[in-house]
């Protein structure tokens, strides 16, 4: 049984505004800085056997500011990253609805297998992302030696495995916290993930930003 600690990256201008990040890399804010700075105060003592990131900037710098406070190498995995939204990205929830009408229907609807139009990235299906995500951490989890790992990554794939762990279909909408510099507790036995605690933040001075109004949107 593998403890892993799964962290949202802190917080970005895009999070303020609500815009569709997805494989663009963007950079953390002031505030996000500050959160990563208080994850690696918080962490510094915590047994870890090693910490993985995304590739995408938000997420590894906030993993840079807990492995460099506990002196310790980062890995970076891309299978890590949020979903590609493809043209969806950089642009605010209204703008999709103006500009794609009956994707933004898919999107709502949390269809599986319906593909977005294009942008700077080939978008990918939610059954893709839903499945790289949990190879992914599953993966990186199953590694021998490995008893305890941080996962820094993204909202998408923490809705993702918190799904997987309570067998939450898409069908139905979100109704828990996804939190920028979030710490989520999950076990992984080799075939399931289990929530030992969720969304915790209380390392944190101020309440983090949830970036998705869940009774809204579903979108990361």
Known sequence: MTEILLIRHGETDWNVEKRLQGHSDIALNAEGVRQAA???????????????????????????????????????????????????????????????????????????????????HRSETLREFAARAMSSVSRLASIAGHNKIAVVTHGGVLDTLHRQANSIGYEHPRNFAVLNASINRLKWDGEKFHIVHWADVSHLAQDALDEVDSAKYLGR
């Open 38 to 120: 208080a994850l690696g105060r918080v962490l510094r003592d915590e047994p870890l056997d090693a910490i993985y990131s995304s590739d995408l900037q938000r997420a590894r710098n906030t993993a840079q500011a807990i492995a460099t406070a506990r002196g310790m190498a980062l890995q970076i995995d891309a299978g890590l990253r949020e979903r590609c939204y493809g043209g969806f990205e950089g642009l605010l929830h209204d703008e999709i609805h103006q500009r794609y009408p009956d994707d933004f229907v898919a999107w709502k609807a949390r269809e599986l297998d319906v593909r977005y139009p294009d942008g700077v």
